[in-house]
């Protein structure tokens, strides 16, 4: 059985004191592919670092998080441009919309959101879509993007049925985390009607830990977790899952 993180930030510093342990260890444990989304200009490094000491097992996007957009977004953006053009890179990520923390730069958030949606069409790689507090502003003008060549995963989704649908109708994937093993959670009744062939699984560590580990760091190991609670909403076996999910990652990352 194999499975794939399709979204986790191994390389900030939470992973300092056991960060190889800690990815020899999920590995064992039958994940062994990390997909690892860029945060801003000053998570390149540390990213690409990790993506060379795991050539097999690490793989790098390039963006601008909507929470990293500043009076110095342009500059990012074209930094993010020069790396798309130099690199390779599995996807553009993670981008988005963040209206949580909050709004100072609102339009700017929109305006790094556009470009970033074009660069992906323009170099054919698929987006890892950040959305919290921005539902339907994002799905809005992903639809406005959308020529039929975008592609790509809302990382995280925690929506409903209706803008499940709306991705769906847009052909592009949702990502699966902790969030659907909370007590709490809604999420379990909009997953159960969601095809298989629209879902992806994922940590976000170090963020979001799953039951029984909420709380406290997350790991890519944990991602079985989330597979299982999948298999149980979905009344599919766990080998079942894993294999739709890999694939799934499989042809949208082209890895």
């Not at 989304?37 to 390149?44: A, F, L, R």
């Not at 020529?147 to 499940?164: P, Q, R, Y």
């Not at 039951?211 to 009344?235: C, D, M, V």
Request: charged share 25%; hydrophobic share 40%.
């Amino acid at each position: 059985m194999r499975l794939i993180d399709t979204h986790t930030h191994l390389y900030l510093e939470q992973f300092d004191s056991d960060r190889h342990g800690m990815l020899a260890a999920a590995i064992n444990k039958g994940v062994d592919t990390f997909l690892l989304p860029n945060i801003d200009e000053h998570s390149i490094g540390p990213m690409l670092q990790l993506c060379t000491d795991f050539p097999f097992n690490c793989f790098p996007m390039m963006g601008l998080h909507p929470t990293s957009v500043g009076d110095d977004f342009e500059q990012q953006l074209q930094l993010i441009e020069q790396q798309l053009d130099k690199e390779k890179y599995i996807g553009v990520g993670e981008i988005g919309l963040d209206f949580y923390w909050d709004t100072t730069f609102k339009e700017q958030q929109i305006e790094a959101l556009r470009f970033q949606l074009q660069l992906a069409i323009k170099h054919d790689l698929p987006v890892a879509i950040h959305t919290r507090d921005a539902f339907p502003e994002i799905l809005d003008e992903v639809e406005r993007a959308q020529n039929g060549k975008l592609k790509g995963v809302f990382h995280c989704f925690s929506g409903t049925n209706e803008d499940a649908g709306r991705i769906m109708n847009m052909g592009l994937l949702m990502g699966i985390g902790g969030v659907v093993t909370f007590k709490k959670s809604t999420l379990p009744e909009v997953v159960k009607s969601i095809p298989m062939e629209f879902l992806l699984l994922e940590t976000d560590s170090p963020f979001l830990a799953p039951a029984p580990f909420r709380g406290k760091r997350n790991e890519s190991g944990y991602l079985i977790y989330i597979a299982q609670k999948l298999a149980e909403i979905k009344g599919l076996t766990l080998e079942k899952v894993a294999d739709a999910t890999t694939a799934n990652a499989l042809q949208l990352f082209k890895i």
